[in-house]
Nanobody
Framework: QVQLVESGGGSVQAGGSLRLSCAAS????????MGWFRQVPGKEHEGVAA????????YYSDAVKGRFTVSHDNSKNTVYLHMYYLKPEDTAMYYC???????????????????????WGQGTQVTVSS
């Protein structure tokens, strides 16, 4: 049984930082794509960052590139999202998601497309005030 548990959300002022964690069980980081998504009410999941642990490739949306960093710790089976220079528009529920690695073409196995991910956590709220 796959379980993804996010933690680390909270309320911060603009310009602040947070680190989200996603503890995974029932899925091996060594054979999975791990993604971070966010959602605000009334909108679809937005892909924020993803990591392909076996080869270390990372992917970021334009909205967070240069401010967010995704990392992983295989020994803890945990994925992290380091968020810096937070903006009010980063306010959302943040979700961790996983999917077995599959070739997507052009040498890629992972993406920010939410519909490709099979397993989802319950989410952790991030609120950024101006």
């Amino acid at each position: 049984q796959v379980q993804l548990v996010e933690s680390g959300g909270g309320s911060v002022q603009a310009g602040g930082s947070l680190r989200l964690s996603c503890a995974a069980s029932g899925v091996r980081l060594g054979s999975s794509c791990m993604g971070w998504f966010r959602q605000v009410p009334g909108k679809e999941h937005e892909g924020v960052a993803a990591v392909d642990p076996p080869i270390g490739s990372t992917y970021y949306s334009d909205a967070v590139k240069g401010r967010f960093t995704v990392s992983h710790d295989n020994s803890k089976n945990t994925v992290y999202l380091h968020m810096y220079y937070l903006k009010p528009e980063d306010t959302a529920m943040y979700y961790c998601a996983a999917v077995p690695r599959r070739p997507l073409g052009s040498g890629r196995y992972c993406s920010l497309d939410h519909f490709r991910y099979d397993y989802w956590g319950q989410g952790t709220q991030v609120t950024v005030s101006s």
